[in-house]
């Protein structure tokens, strides 16, 4: 399995600003990914982030709203960039443990934009 | 993108009985994963089934994949207060790549002590 944390585990931000979410894992992994998941619903995949290569976007997220960071295997970050109430959501990081095809996820973090 | 749906049902049971739920999917998976979600906490994995599987248990849980019918089932037996939350599969797709998941609307689970 895989242990992973995030900082922080919520927060509350005014519009227009921009809030960065660390993701740390106990292991090193090539694959990491951030998911949102709105109020109510499901998770959407936002990116992927290899180490050493630019995070590979889904349609509908653009780098200059979510600029990723991967500076190791173990370690990234994704920052919500000029944001608005509609950011508000819970994001995820998930990582793919080492041998195996189970993703594992984080505790969320908690994003409430006023 | 591929999307896993759960039967959109919130399911209302009593301790001790067991819940079902179901996943339909679209597409080819490789393997299809299934996880609980405790009042908007973080995803606690369950069980992996892989596309040549077609049941898995795990303790309490069983659970089954129909690849013909695309289609899976979860089912919790003898449940408790503490199985109460939601329940997601999420779908690894062939055509989808790089161990991406899909995931299902999701099944919310009330067990009542």
């Known amino acids: 399995s895989a242990v992973i944390s995030q900082k922080p585990s919520r927060d509350i931000c005014q519009r227009g600003t921009s809030l960065t979410i660390q993701c740390q894992v106990d292991?090193?992994?090539?694959?990491m990914f951030w998911y949102r998941q709105q109020p109510g619903q499901s998770l959407t995949l936002i990116a992927t982030?290899?180490?050493?290569?630019?995070?590979?976007?889904e349609s509908g997220f653009v780098i200059d709203k979510f600029p990723i960071s991967r500076p190791n295997l173990t370690f990234s970050t994704l920052t919500v960039s000029n944001m608005s109430p509609e950011d508000s959501s819970i994001y995820l990081c998930s990582v793919i443990a080492p041998r195996t095809d189970t993703q594992y996820f984080g505790p969320g973090t908690r994003l409430t934009v006023l | 993108s591929q999307q896993g749906e759960e039967d959109p049902q919130a399911l209302s049971i009593q301790e001790g009985e067991n819940a079902t739920m179901n996943c339909s999917y679209k597409t080819s998976i490789n393997n299809l994963q299934w996880y609980r979600q405790n009042s908007g906490r973080g995803l606690v994995h369950l069980i992996l089934i892989r596309s040549n599987e077609r049941e898995k248990h795990s303790g309490r849980l069983r659970v089954t994949l129909d690849t013909s019918k695309k289609s899976s089932s979860l089912l919790i037996t003898a449940s408790r207060a503490a199985d109460t939350a939601s329940y997601f599969c999420?779908?690894?797709?062939?055509?989808?790549?790089?161990?991406?998941?899909?995931f299902g609307k999701g099944n919310q689970v009330v067990v009542i002590p």
């Open positions: 292991s090193q992994v090539t694959m």
């Open positions: 999420a779908t690894d797709a062939e055509d989808y790549g790089n161990n991406r998941l899909a």
């Open positions: 982030a290899n180490q050493g290569s630019e995070a590979t976007y």
